[in-house]
């Protein structure tokens, strides 16, 4: 089992920034992938970015790349997972989730595939 809590929303102006984290617990959490996803209202969950189970690697959507930055903290059973967002935009507007699931090359969608999720953390960019 993995537990997932999200922390760090708010408002934010556009342009501005926000760090979001996840905390990622439990015995096995240092096999998992972590992951951010997004839903603003009306919408569908988006994937925007994950990070390997040791933070080797990264991959990002088009639509933050070069704006959001993943990383992940490993510690015995609890690891920190960030996601630092600048230059926000409107369109950033969303509950943002992080999950836990396996590494994949491909891809991850809007996230069917992930094995644990948070409970989400609202960001509000306005002015």
């Known amino acids: 089992q993995v537990q997932l809590v999200e922390s760090g929303g708010g408002l934010a102006q556009p342009g501005g920034l926000l760090r979001l984290s996840c905390a990622a617990s439990g015995r096995t959490v240092s096999n998992y992938a972590i992951a951010w996803f997004r839903q603003a209202p009306g919408k569908e969950r988006e994937f925007v970015a994950v990070?390997?189970?040791?933070?080797?690697?990264?991959?990002?959507a088009d639509s933050v790349k070069g704006r959001f930055t993943i990383s992940r903290d490993i510690a015995k059973n609890t690891d920190t997972v960030y996601l630092q967002m600048n230059s926000l935009k409107a369109e950033d507007t969303a509950v943002y989730y992080c999950a836990a699931g396996t590494w994949s090359d491909y891809g991850y969608g809007s996230g069917d595939g992930m094995d644990y999720w948070g409970k989400g953390a609202l960001v509000t960019v306005s002015s």
């Open positions: 990070i390997s189970w040791n933070g080797g690697a990264t991959m990002y």
